[in-house]
């Protein structure tokens, strides 16, 4: 098959071989866990329990608030503590419900639904908002808003996203190899609900062995999925870069989404989400992590409970090998940066990666120096040079015409520039002032 | 030669009469009183009226479309002179200045984290919140420095420092604090709360020394009932405080400063007393003292300067004075 490069990209050492080749364990069930209301692009959920009740795992703790939100289920047994404020990923308060675990009884499936492909398409969405599923390569938007296109925009492509494009994280790479039949049945499913001509599963071509797996179940299960093998660069597995690759289109400027163009894309643990909730029954309430790095003692893949604050997890990885340096929620290009250890795995925490003191490098920035090479970086197209430089000197409207809300902070352009100019901190600066001022300007 | 002369002559002639003629015809007739109106504003083109900048604003003035007294870095004095040039009268307004309630300084208030990156605070907030533990702390990058015209702000230790000498009350910062934490107050209201933080005071100890925890000491304490605990931090009400000060005694956390120059003194104008006691009724503090008969006397150490009994003398013997 042709592909269709997307301009620009850069090459971190991807540093996967610490984490790869380990199976996914099991963690222990956390004593207590804390649930933010808010994991997903949206609304917050709604709390539905109180404090004193009495929870069984897998019960729907928090309802959704409208179409674009998410239900939040308990991910163990036991009674709500509290319901309030809790450190969240972005170093703020947010609310969340506290779980103290009483029984470490497992989550029991439903009945295997057998039937699931004689159902009428439209009826496996509920499933799947019931089951509160959001995308979990890190974005978080829910699912069931994804799968439920208007009529005038015919879904042709299906892209589910087995890239992983993020150094370090392994989290859908060792989901890929050792449940390789579920994710495709769960493509099958979401092939089924949006009738697509064409589907693919896209795997970077540094997972050979996931490659190959793919490939001979797909083969063997006689399914119409295009197992692809795409170049190793990043940022790759971002959904617009994906398209462009697989399907040669570009997702239109300016708040386009992926179905102007025909495609949805979902990425292979949302799709395995999406296969335990139609055919289980069972509510997104743990997922597959990474904790990796130089600084943890014992790197590992595991399969966390929603809800799991940091500390647990650090200890059971042994915790820090050497002088902490930095501890980063999701990878290294787009994780963010943690310093409080309460903070809990949510839905999108694809991975916790810990930096020692000596690889956390100290910037100070300089001038631009023109030399234009964040310029052939971006995979969007865009100047970041002129974007950073117009958020220095709050030209916020010059550049919102260079088109700042465009950039998905991939953060290429900070990683190749020559400067340590931070441009994405400067573009998300921008970002939120170009809001503020349009919030503004509708408030008069 | 001569030619030459003659058809710059010439040409010189039939330019100046046509540019004589265009003055003429095509004059933009301006109110002469904008020039005027505008030699008596400030020229800081602050933008604080609401208009792009001070031209603008005295058009809006001749036009009645804007208030005489909307010059917000101008003040009084500036609106009295545009009211005399219009012949029109002012409400006297009060002077605001900004204010930061915040004085977690580096010394007193634990950061979260060590942040690198853009030397701004409202690009700092993106970053986990901002580094200083206190979510309603100064983050002392100096966003609000960055937007005041008037060069009022300065950064120390961390912490935005708003000269009220310099400050013209036009409240860009306040718009541009991510935090919150500068509001405009009457230059007059020198007792102020220097906390901004709503958590409970179990957690504000955690981050800070000198934080408000919300106990209410000064709530109880105050006679004049001007302050009240809202969200877990102490507000004073302007209008009744009377710079007593003990409030700032009270305050376990010293975070409650006066910003008074000296402390006033109620002096008694012996010549004018008429003994009636009623000053020594109403002193909160007892620091009126006397016999009727004889001129009452204030002790210098006890009085406070709330000025309770220069209102309530019917003599007008009592004034407020400067303390030496």
Redesign the interface.
Same mark, same amino acid.
């Given at each position: 098959m042709i592909l269709h490069p997307f301009p620009g990209g850069i090459h971190p050492n991807d540093e996967k071989g610490l984490t790869a080749h380990l199976q996914v364990e099991d963690t222990p069930i956390p004593e207590r866990v804390f649930l933010p209301l808010s994991q997903h692009i949206g609304a917050p959920a709604q709390p539905v329990v109180k404090v004193g009740d009495q929870v069984r795992i897998g019960d729907k703790i928090a309802e959704a608030r409208g179409f674009v939100s998410a239900n939040i289920h308990a991910s163990v047994t036991g009674v709500v503590r509290s319901i309030g404020d809790y450190p969240n990923v +972005? @170093? =703020?308060?947010s609310p969340a419900i506290e779980i103290e675990t009483t029984d470490d009884s497992p989550f029991q499936p439903d009945k295997k639904r057998e039937d699931v492909l004689s159902l009428p398409p439209q009826t496996l969405i509920p499933f799947i908002r019931e089951a509160g599923i959001v995308g979990m390569g890190g974005a978080t938007f829910p699912t069931h808003v994804k799968l439920s296109p208007p009529e005038d925009k015919p879904i042709q492509s299906l892209i589910i996203n087995g890239v992983e494009c993020e150094p370090y994280l392994t989290a859908d790479h060792r989901l890929m190899l050792e449940h390789p039949l579920e994710i495709l049945e769960g493509i099958v499913y979401i092939h089924h609900i949006l009738g697509a001509r064409f589907t693919y599963l896209a795997i970077e071509a540094n997972k050979p062995d996931a490659i190959q797996l793919m490939e001979e179940t797909v083969k063997k299960e006689d399914a119409k999925i295009n197992v692809i093998s795409v170049p190793k660069r990043y940022p790759q597995g971002a959904e617009k870069q994906l398209i462009k690759t697989i399907i040669g289109r570009e997702v239109p400027a300016g708040g386009g989404l992926p179905m102007d163009v025909g495609a949805v894309v979902q990425n292979v643990g949302t799709t395995f989400a999406i296969y335990e909730a139609i055919r289980w029954g069972k509510p997104l309430i743990e997922r597959i992590l990474t904790v990796t790095g130089r600084g943890v003692k014992s790197p590992k893949n595991l399969r966390v409970r929603l809800g799991t604050p940091v500390q647990d997890i650090l200890d059971l990885c042994g915790g820090w090998k050497t002088e902490p340096g930095k501890l980063i929620m999701g990878g290294p290009m787009m994780g963010?940066?943690? +310093?409080?250890l309460r903070v809990p795995v949510t839905k999108g925490t694809s991975g916790i990666l810990l930096l020692p003191r000596d690889e956390v490098g100290?910037?100070h920035p300089h001038t631009c120096i023109r030399c234009g090479r964040c310029v052939t970086v971006c995979p969007m197209g865009l100047l970041p040079n002129f974007l950073g430089v117009f958020s220095?000197y709050a030209r916020f409207s010059d550049a919102e015409r260079y088109h700042l809300l465009d950039c998905i902070e991939c953060g290429s352009c900070t990683y190749i520039c020559p400067a340590k100019r931070?441009l994405v901190?400067?573009i =998300?600066?921008a970002k @939120?002032?170009v809001l503020r001022r349009r919030k503004k300007a509708a408030n008069k | 030669m001569l030619p030459e002369i003659i058809s710059l002559a010439g040409i010189g002639f039939l330019a100046s009469f046509g540019l004589g003629i265009a003055a003429k015809k095509l004059a933009v007739k301006e109110d002469p009183r904008l020039e005027k109106i505008l030699d008596a504003l400030p020229g800081a083109n602050c933008g604080a009226c609401g208009y792009a900048g001070c031209t603008a604003f005295a058009r809006a003035v001749l036009e009645d479309k804007a208030p005489i007294e909307g010059c917000v870095a101008g003040g009084e004095s500036t609106a009295l002179k545009v009211a005399e040039l219009l012949g029109r009268k002012v409400e006297k307004t009060e002077r605001m200045v900004a204010f930061v309630a915040c004085q977690g300084s580096r010394a007193y208030t634990r950061q979260r984290f060590i942040y690198q990156g853009i030397n701004d605070c409202r690009a700092a907030v993106n970053v986990g919140g901002g580094s200083k533990a206190c979510a309603f702390g100064c983050l002392g990058l100096g966003s609000c420095q960055k937007v005041c015209p008037f060069g009022a702000i300065t950064i120390e230790d961390d912490l935005a420092k708003i000269d009220p000498e310099e400050c013209v009350g036009c409240g860009l910062c306040v718009d541009e604090c991510p935090r919150n934490i500068i509001h405009l107050v009457p230059v007059k209201s020198t007792v102020q709360v220097l906390c901004s933080s709503q958590n409970v005071g179990r957690t504000v100890k955690e981050f800070c020394d000198i934080g408000c925890i919300g106990c209410k000491r000064c709530e109880r304490a105050c006679p004049f009932n001007a302050i009240t605990v809202v969200r877990n931090v102490a507000v004073i009400n302007p209008q009744k405080c009377r710079r007593c000060g003990i409030c700032i005694e009270v305050c376990p956390q010293n975070t409650i400063r006066s910003f008074l120059p000296t402390q006033k003194l109620a002096i008694i104008d012996a010549e004018t007393c008429i003994s009636c006691g009623r000053c020594e009724k109403v002193c909160l503090f007892e620091a009126i003292t006397g016999e009727k008969g004889v001129p009452y006397t204030v002790n210098p150490e006890k009085c406070r300067g709330c000025g309770l009994c220069v209102e309530q003398c019917k003599v007008n013997a009592i004034t407020m004075q400067e303390e030496s």
């Open positions: +972005f @170093g =703020r308060l963010i940066n943690q +310093f409080d100290e910037y220095e931070p901190q400067m =998300r600066y @939120g002032e | -």
